[in-house]
């Protein structure tokens, strides 16, 4: 199994380009989500899914976007990419909430935008 | 205010030593989580716990409820070790979404 998989690793952006984070899992969770983490702060939530076809925004929402059509695949869309989008992004997953079971991680995208 | 303070924000030891790591929180909703993150940036789940004490290997952790405090200790500790330790916990809602403290960055030296 492997887990939670994030792609790319790392990314360098101009200023109003767009990308698309990948997020697969192959545990069958349902619940995902994607976090940023900026030097010296703790991880923010940018938006959740409880399954397939259901999302929602999370702290920090403004310039993302995302969609939940499988219960494998949860990506997430930079449509105008701007500097302070700069940050570490994660996926994580859980079975059925983090109330009640652990977060499983992917490894991470480091993105600069210039 | 929902927030999670750790301390401290660095720690350097030597092999060996006895390690805490603090945690203080807000809410109070079901368990609280302590995560490792490697070097490499990797991140993983080491403890869920809402009450008493958990241990794994080399890890302790506990939990007070009623101070909403809780520790990490890590016994004989190794430069593996090293890594920047975060709680988290649950502020509400029943998709379980996290607050996660600034975490503790730990450097043990051989």
């Known amino acids: 199994n492997a887990g939670v998989t994030q792609t790319p690793k790392f990314r360098i952006l101009k200023i109003g380009q767009s990308m698309t984070l990948q997020c697969t899992q192959d545990?069958?969770?349902?619940?995902m989500y994607w976090y940023r983490q900026d030097p010296g702060m703790g991880l923010k939530l940018i938006y959740y899914?409880?399954?397939?076809?259901?999302?929602d925004k999370g702290e920090v929402p403004n310039g993302y976007n995302v969609s939940r059509s499988t219960t494998e695949d949860f990506p997430l869309r930079l449509e105008l990419a701007a500097p302070s989008q700069t940050s570490v992004y994660f996926c994580?997953?859980?079975?059925?909430?983090?109330?009640?079971?652990?977060?499983?991680f992917g490894n991470g995208t480091r993105l600069t935008v210039t | 205010k929902n927030e999670v303070e750790q301390s401290p924000q660095n720690l350097t030891a030597q092999e060996g030593e006895f390690i805490t790591i603090n945690c203080s929180y807000s809410v109070g909703i079901s368990a609280l989580h302590w995560l490792q993150q490697h070097p490499g940036g990797g991140i993983v789940s080491l403890f869920m716990l809402s009450s008493g004490k958990k241990k794994h290997g080399r890890l302790i952790a506990t939990i007070n409820i009623q101070e909403k405090h809780s520790s990490l200790h890590i016994t004989a500790s190794h430069p593996r070790d090293s890594a920047v330790y975060i709680c988290?916990?649950?502020?509400?809602?029943?998709?379980?979404?996290?607050?996660f403290g600034k975490g503790t960055k730990l450097s043990v030296k051989p």
């Open positions: 899914s409880v399954g397939a076809g259901i999302t």
């Open positions: 545990m069958n969770h349902n619940y």
């Open positions: 994580a997953t859980t079975t059925v909430s983090s109330y009640n079971s652990p977060l499983h």
């Open positions: 988290a916990e649950p502020y509400g809602g029943s998709q379980g979404n996290l607050i």
